[in-house]
């Protein structure tokens, strides 16, 4: 009797010590997103989310040490969400029926076993849309941004805001859009840049002034569906693509290849620009540009699985001409 008073003692005060540990490491996630809730109860609610998550992160990582998966997570700024709360954070919309594209025609050119714009200065700093569920236009400006690049020699941040209060024909603002959709109103408005027509994350008035426009688009090329060889020979002779991807699994994304059986090719619902490729410790891979802060990933990054249509990679690719 006695040993098992001893042993029931052991387990109480480990398992205290796992909660102050978690109460620590919940007390720095706060501060670090700037977290604030409006009464105990919702505090007390988003700690319980939080340790949730927290323990999948901690079982996940304990199967990458085994190397039994190819990538690490970590707690990012949604470690307080439930998986409902996130996929209702996705919010690109499907593609409907487009009136004009220019199909993408491979040339069977050989490319370079990695390609990495940041480099050739084609990518502008990490972005995040906050709140917003505006992840169509940041794909769109970071491709034009690569255009821009390429025609000008110059590259300019330019404006999500614009498209999330002006291109309202087709997008709804902070509750989704879509992308290739949208690049008609590139070609007819252009784009302003960041510091004319700033970001707020949310639903504005249009305060479109087309004597600050940075730049138009002259057309957009839609590749293959399912052609990761044409997504290949594009993403290395051209620049940055927009692509759409079900991101429902990568919220807790940290670093290394990801792969998950369960990503879907059929649930598109988050807008991103690979920007490059390689491969990592035998895994090819395709460098992505997310906008949801350094915070996320790999400094806001994150290499996404090669070859096998991961999370519906190459089902939805674009990029414009300048």
């Avoid at 949730?52 to 992160?57: A, E, P, T, V």
């Avoid at 990933?297 to 300048?322: H, L, Q, W």
Wanted: hydrophobic share 35%; with cysteine.
């Amino acid at each position: 009797m006695k040993a098992f008073f001893l042993a029931s003692l052991l387990v109480v005060a480990a398992s205290a010590s796992l909660l102050q540990e978690h109460a620590v490491k919940f007390q720095a996630f706060k501060m670090a997103h700037g977290r604030t809730y409006l009464n105990q109860v919702e505090e007390a609610k988003r700690f319980s989310i939080f340790r949730d998550n927290l323990r999948s992160i901690e079982e996940h990582n304990a199967l990458y040490e085994q190397g039994l998966v190819s990538y690490k997570q970590k707690i990012t700024k949604f470690a307080d969400k439930t998986k409902e709360e996130f996929k209702a954070f996705l919010t690109l919309h499907k593609k409907p029926t487009l009136s004009k594209t220019t199909k993408y025609v491979k040339t069977g050119v050989a490319v370079p076993d990695s390609v990495d714009w940041r480099q050739q200065g084609q990518v502008t700093p990490i972005k995040d849309q906050g709140n917003c569920g505006s992840c169509w236009a940041f794909s769109i400006t970071g491709t034009t941004e690569g255009a821009y690049y390429r025609k000008n020699g110059k590259l300019v941040s330019l404006s999500e805001q614009q498209l999330v209060d002006c291109a309202t024909d087709v997008n709804d603002g902070c509750q989704g859009g879509f992308m290739t959709e949208t690049l008609p109103y590139v070609e007819q408005y252009g784009l302003q840049s960041e510091e004319t027509y700033p970001y707020v994350a949310q639903d504005n008035a249009c305060s479109y002034n087309a004597s600050k426009v940075v730049t138009k688009i002259s057309s957009y090329v839609v590749l293959p569906v399912e052609d990761e060889n044409a997504l290949l020979e594009a993403v290395a002779t051209v620049g940055p693509v927009s692509v759409a991807i079900d991101a429902y699994y990568i919220d807790s994304y940290g670093s290394g290849v990801f792969e998950d059986a369960d990503c879907s090719p059929d649930f598109l619902n988050h807008g991103v620009v690979i920007v490059g490729y390689g491969t990592e410790n035998g895994k090819d891979y395709w460098l992505v540009k997310n906008s949801w802060g350094t915070g996320w990933g790999e400094e806001g990054y994150m290499k996404m699985a090669r070859g096998i249509n991961m999370c519906g990679i190459s089902e939805e690719t674009v990029y414009p001409v300048v």
